[in-house]
């Protein structure tokens, strides 16, 4: 996946980890969306060359693993992109989720699946979540509203998926580092 589809490409700065640098001066929408791309770069390089058993790995009192990190992504990508912005239902796996009964499903469900099929289905909804918001227009409104009658606009979905990932990032540095003590920011 490439982590840096915004901006001019000649301006693309890459790290020691192959993730592309937020860009230092932008539009709003090019500055979004290459700080959140960066935030997916990271959470792909924490989860990169892990196969089912790191994937399933816990550390301290947590049952978090990144390979429920990696399907949990994906439902906040499609969730907030798809369902939200446009109004659309959950497409499958989601479809077919009694979220009510069982609300930690892509969490717990995330071990029955291949590193391979984990990765796929988070790259999947990351390249279709960033061609949703390719038009840039960030004062569009969600379709679907909230309880108290607001919608969110593409602007607060971004940061949202920004914070989402920052928060994320940190859990899995401290998963990845208790696997096999890679560490970096």
Known sequence: MDPGEHGDSAALVMDEHGRTEPPAAADETTMLLGFLDYQRATFAWKCHGLGSHDLNATTAASTMTLGGMLKH???????????????????????????????????????????EALRALWEDAVVRSRQRVADGDLDRLAVRIWPDGRAPSLRWIMLHMIEEYARHNGHADLLREAIDGETGE
Request: charged content about 35%; proline content about 9%; hydrophobic content about 30%.
């Open 73 to 115: 992504l994906a439902l906040v990508e499609e969730g907030r992109s798809s369902c939200s912005l446009f109004g659309r239902d959950y497409s499958p796996p989601w479809d077919g989720v009694d979220w009510e009964s069982d609300p930690d499903w892509e969490w717990r469900t995330a071990s029955d699946d291949s590193p």
